[in-house]
């Protein structure tokens, strides 16, 4: 088959922007000093208890990536570069937190850094040097058999005071806004991140709610998500709801 010049370029353009989005940066990474196995119930993302234990404990802080806490809920692969003691593979880490250490991107839970390593011995190698020279990429977040979930911030406060997060969001794009929408009169209203992952609103409509999440790529596109499931009208704090949507990966 011969190719004409500009089909050529176009390929050779394709396979660059492709290689680009999973190339790898480098960088380095440390762990929670005091943190038992996993990560922290009070991480910045305002994901509490979740934020510690979700995808086995393998979280972590991020510095820069936590875009002002766009970067909540994030997954990244991360591996250690000493071919001694670490594996190709590395780890896949969910953001549910904020730190910087020295020079480093990561601040991980202590499971997820001895993770990087070959072997249990190279782990505990890894964990005496403290921080090492690690490189990342951007990866999709995967939570097999379950849906987008709504989980009422405990400081919520009915009906005056609405608070959430949403949990088990799959793929590689960005909630970067929210609208909460009356059900019967089809009335919404944006709302605030008021820090991290957290959503609120001081006046929130009455009746059932609807969500909408507006998903935004890397490269631009977006798109807004209306889940299947309502916001009861009697909402609780401290409770979860099922959205009954996911996004595909
Ligand atoms: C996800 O939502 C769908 C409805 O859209 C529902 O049928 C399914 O049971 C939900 N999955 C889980 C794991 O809750």
Known sequence: MALSLPSLLILLTTLLLTTEAT????SRAAYYPNSDEHGTDVGACGFGS??????GGDVSAASDLYRNGVGCGDCYQVRCTNSHYCSDKGVT???TDQGSGPNTDFILSRR???RMAQTKDAAASLLALGVVDIEYRRVSCSYPNKN???KIDENSNYPYYLAFVL???QGDKDITAVQLCETQNFVCKLLD???GAVWTTTSPPSGPLSL???LSGEDGDESWIVPVNNIPENWKAGETYDTGVQIDI
Do not use: E, P
């Not at 190339?23 to 480098?26: A, V, Y």
């Not at 979740?50 to 995808?55: R, S």
């Open 212 to 214: 909408r999440m507006l």
């Open 93 to 95: 880490v969910v953001i």
């Open 148 to 150: 987008i979930t709504i």
């Open 50 to 55: 979740f934020g510690a234990t979700i995808n």
């Open 23 to 26: 190339t790898f940066i480098h």
């Open 193 to 195: 991140r008021s820090y």
């Open 167 to 169: 949990w088990y969001q």
């Open 112 to 114: 997820a850094f001895g």
